[in-house]
């Protein structure tokens, strides 16, 4: 037995080892690099997400330049052009009335009639006066005259004819005091027919058949009927104060009124108080409102709308456009290059939800529309999109 080793002739190669190792290598290199190549993207699309998210979005609107001026809408009350409380000038009791609340009535035309018995009496013994005032006078002037001819034949002092002759005058005179009377209960008694003091309509009557009425007006005596006149109404509005001087002599509103919601009715301006009510901050302005075929009626409420004259300058912005801090009033707007730049303005007139700008806005301007919070000058933003603005409306 031979004591020499045996081995193979010919051993096998490590070559494809090192080539599998190689490969494996390279394998696992390749992994590495997409990973961190897969981790660099993650960070850049992160951080470009990021920027993204520190610039602000905003809305933006335009300046609107009116071509007709803003309106104002006032509440105001109805008024006849000529109303007259109907008071009794004789006391008695009212004997027969004509007309009702309704009634379209003439000037001249009798509303009712007074039963004025002490009146009568009175009347009555005031020509019974009368004739006997007139018999005395009669009398002392017939006397008077015997006596300034008896004093032709010196049958008669001086002293005496003159007695006579005055006693005639102070006679004559009761006459005509007592004929006066009767002239004045006379006419006091035609104060029994109440008549209506003009066309018009009857809009009260406060009484009836067999009522005790007592002449005067207050607390004397009640009020028997009340008659206006409505082929023209007045309207009466409280102007605000700021708005005074747009609205003067001749200014036309368009008027409505609860029970014609479809219908209008042009009013004009025809006086205004020129003072301010302190209380009220407001001035009493007075109007004009035709009313022929009598479908507005008095003591109504109205609403009135006014349109203001434009200003050359004037543009309106919405109110949530403006932006309240230390530094007065201001408005962003945005340039060219989506910068923020605030500009100070000057509200003309506040008109709810919208304000009108004066000055300091150009109608070009971009207006950011309820600017964010903590937004300063120099800030860029973004303009949102159509695309923006929809999802934002779909929560």
Request: proline fraction near 5%; avoid cysteine; aromatic fraction near 4%.
């Amino acid at each position: 037995m031979s004591s020499e080793s045996t081995f193979p002739a010919n051993p096998p190669s490590r070559r494809p080892l090192r080539i599998a190792g190689i490969v494996g290598l390279l394998v696992v290199l390749g992994i590495v690099a997409a990973g961190l190549t897969l981790r660099a993207e993650d960070a850049r699309k992160l951080k470009t997400w990021t920027d993204a998210q520190a610039v602000q979005t905003v809305n933006l609107i335009q300046p609107i330049h009116d071509a007709n001026g803003p309106s104002l809408q006032l509440p105001g009350r109805l008024e006849a052009y000529t109303r007259a409380p109907i008071f009794a000038q004789v006391s008695g009791y009212l004997k027969t009335w004509n007309v009702d609340i309704g009634a379209r009535v003439k000037a001249g035309q009798v509303l009712a009639e007074i039963d004025t018995p002490e009146l009568d009496q009175q009347l009555v013994q005031a020509r019974a006066d009368q004739q006997s005032a007139e018999a005395n006078a009669l009398v002392a002037g017939t006397t008077a005259k015997r006596w300034e001819a008896l004093r032709g034949s010196d049958s008669v002092a001086q002293q005496d004819v003159d007695q006579r002759t005055a006693d005639y005058t102070a006679r004559a005179a009761t006459a005509a005091a007592a004929k006066a009377n009767v002239e004045r209960l006379v006419a006091t008694k035609a104060f029994a027919h109440i008549v209506a003091p003009f066309d018009g309509v009857v809009t009260a009557r406060d009484t009836d058949v067999g009522a005790l009425v007592n002449a005067g007006s207050g607390g004397v005596g009640q009020e028997l009927f009340e008659v206006s006149e409505v082929k023209q109404l007045r309207v009466y509005v409280q102007v605000p104060q700021n708005y005074s001087p747009a609205i003067h002599d001749g200014t036309t509103a368009t008027l409505s009124v609860p029970e014609y919601p479809d219908q209008q009715f042009t009013a004009r301006v025809v006086a205004a108080a020129d003072s301010v009510n302190s209380s009220s901050g407001t001035t009493l302005v007075q109007l004009l409102v035709d009313n022929a075929d009598g479908k507005l009626l008095p003591g109504g409420f109205a609403s009135l709308k006014f349109t203001l004259p434009v200003a050359a300058n004037a543009i309106r912005v919405p109110a949530s456009a403006l932006v309240f801090d230390s530094r007065g009033v201001q408005v962003a707007t945005l340039d060219a290059n989506d910068l923020v730049h605030f500009k100070h303005v000057k509200i003309d007139r506040d008109l709810g939800d919208s304000v009108e700008i004066g000055a300091g806005l150009a109608a070009t301007d971009r207006v950011i529309d309820t600017p964010p919070d903590g937004l300063v000058d120099g800030d860029r933003v973004q303009v949102a999109t159509a695309t923006d603005k929809k999802a934002a409306a779909h929560g």
